[in-house]
């Protein structure tokens, strides 16, 4: 019953870093000279990386609630599954050492590790208030 | 100087001396339990974690940086599914910046409730020192001593224990 449990993830890469998001938090993936409407996130505040000029690049439009968010990233991987045993708590000594919550959980690929990006904290590094609002309209 | 004093002299430098070399065997590897240390390199000096404290050494897989976190926080490294943080204390101590070579070695340390790789230039040797930990030297830089629970001597070199737990804290 792995199906049960498991969770797909966009994996990509920004800034050299493999990331992932949880795959039911993103609306869709944009080319990058595409114009999404949504709040942009900047990841050198949010993350502490640039996205690349690069033609792998791609938008990312994040579901928060009703709101959306664009995420600019280097590169999309894929769509990957991960059982709970592929995942883990980012360890404390650097989950302490982070300014807020953006990486939730680590997951286990090979030999590489991608970290977990949380949604919400993302999008609350970034965009106004009313754009990150999770509350459902009405 | 007549030669009975002369005589006098020299077999009163001779027991001064082999008392000294005494004092300095005992000191070394005197009576008492030993001190179990794992011996490293770190900047071309040898430092020591207390072996009771060393879970295991490897040899450094990719790791895999966090971004936005301190730079002496190497990133984290898959060790055989295990999420393992890895520090460098060269960074830390002031002796440099680690980077994972053919000789280095990733020290596994526990420490309470977690358990962290320190990544080293390579791992010497595990001793046993006879006699007692000091205190760190005064003309030691506070940057370094911070982190030594203290110094012992080992083939007369001066070997600066670290602090796990000085070395967890966070680092403003």
């Not at chain 1, 059982?83 to 980012?90: C, G, I, K, T, Y």
């Not at chain 2, 910046?97 to 020290?107: L, M, N, S």
Request: aromatic residues 2%.
């Amino acid at each position: 019953m792995v199906g049960d449990t498991s969770l797909e993830v966009l994996c990509f890469r920004l800034g050299g870093v493999l990331w992932g998001i949880e795959a039911d938090q993103v609306d869709r993936i944009a080319r990058s000279e595409e114009a999404p409407e949504g709040s942009v996130v900047d990841a050198t505040r949010a993350l502490g990386v640039a996205a690349r000029e690069c033609e792998t690049g791609r938008r990312l439009v994040l579901r928060r609630g009703s709101a959306r968010a664009i995420l600019s990233v280097d590169e999309v991987l894929d769509l990957v599954p991960f059982s709970p045993n592929d995942l883990a708590a980012l360890p404390p000594v650097i989950a302490g050492a982070l300014p807020d919550q953006r990486i939730w959980a680590v997951g286990k690929m090979g030999d590489e590790i991608l970290l977990l990006l949380d949604v919400a904290t993302l999008c609350g590094a970034d965009a106004p208030a009313e754009d990150v609002d999770g509350s459902e309209e009405g | 100087m007549a030669a009975g004093e002369e005589k006098h002299l020299a077999e009163r430098r001779a027991a001064l001396l082999q008392q000294a070399a005494a004092a300095a065997e005992a000191q070394e590897g005197g009576e008492g339990p030993g001190i179990p240390l794992l011996l490293f390199g770190l900047g071309g000096e040898s430092y020591a974690f207390p072996l009771e404290r060393v879970r295991e050494v490897v040899k450094p897989g990719p790791i895999t940086p966090v971004p936005s976190i301190p730079e002496h926080i190497l990133g984290v490294m898959n060790l055989r599914g295990e999420i393992l943080p890895v520090l460098d204390p060269k960074r830390l101590l002031g002796v440099g910046v680690g980077t994972a070579t053919p000789q280095g070695r990733i020290i596994v340390v526990k420490a309470p409730g977690m358990t962290v790789g320190f990544l080293a230039d390579g791992v010497e040797d595990a001793i046993e020192v006879k006699g007692s930990m000091e205190p760190p030297l005064a003309i030691l830089p506070e940057r370094q001593a911070r982190y030594l629970q203290g110094q012992v001597t080992h083939e007369g070199l001066l070997v600066g224990v670290l602090d796990v737990e000085t070395l967890l804290e966070r680092q403003s």
